[in-house]
């Protein structure tokens, strides 16, 4: 399986999933360590259908960059992650 093919795959997941599913999946990567193509693929899609669900990730992302350092919730309105810890 290709790196295309699995960018697919997780963004064909990630579009039918909740959005509390997509923050729990983002939690689910802080604090992990390995690294390889499988997971830049998930963390891109993963980063992909918050943006176009239109979730400010500010608090996640600066320079093009996204911290995986924190767990995340969203706020009261439902449209911004927050730092969770």
């Known amino acids: ?3 295309n093919s699995l960018y697919a795959d997780f963004a064909a997941r990630f579009a039918k999933a909740s959005l509390q599913s997509l923050i729990d999946s983002f939690n ?3 604090g992990c360590r390995g690294w390889g193509s499988a997971r830049a693929c998930h963390d891109v899609a ?3 259908e918050l943006k176009r669900r ?3 990730l500010s608090a996640i992302s600066q320079g093009g960059g996204t911290s995986f350092a ?3 919730t969203l ?3 439902g449209q911004k992650l ?3 810890d």
């Open 46 to 48: 993963l980063i992909d």
């Open 28 to 30: 689910a990567q802080v």
């Open 75 to 77: 706020d009261s309105d």
């Open 82 to 84: 927050i730092i969770a």
């Open 54 to 56: 239109g979730i400010d």
């Open 1 to 3: 399986m290709n790196n």
């Open 70 to 72: 924190h767990k995340v």
